[in-house]
């Protein structure tokens, strides 16, 4: 393994540790002030050195990664984990698995309440 220590552009980085599937994708949240690093909001030309802390907004997780070393090209998954350390807190993880089960049982505004044949149909998905 080759571990440059040099800089490298951050939506590249992204891109690189597989954090977004394009770099296009990557660029975009840096445009649109999704990704941070210590602290500071960046553009995607920005270089990333190792030993930074890079936040990054996906939706509903707010992801925080430490870099390790800069990766000479796109990593596999098994990779991943020698060039950046995931500090994310596992709380972030638990809010996503609530939200889907939330919008899977929300109901259509007007539909009215469920029928006793639904909470029944509610019941056996849940328990």
Not at 64 to 92: F, H, M, W
């Amino acid at each position: 393994m080759v571990f440059s220590s040099e800089a490298e552009r951050i939506d590249k980085w992204l891109w690189a540790v597989r954090i977004f599937r394009t770099r296009s994708l990557a660029t975009d949240a840096c445009r649109a002030g999704s990704v941070s690093v210590n602290s500071q909001p960046v553009k995607p030309s920005r270089d990333v050195r190792p030993g930074e802390v890079v936040a990054v907004r996906q939706g509903l997780i707010h992801r925080t990664l430490k870099v390790r070393a800069i990766p000479p090209a796109r990593v596999g998954a098994k990779l991943v984990a020698t060039y950046c350390e995931d500090q994310t807190p596992p709380a972030e993880f638990a809010k996503v698995r609530t939200q889907r089960v939330q919008q899977f049982l929300a109901r259509a505004r007007g539909s009215g309440r469920p029928t006793k044949r639904d909470r029944r149909l509610i019941d056996r998905l849940l328990g």
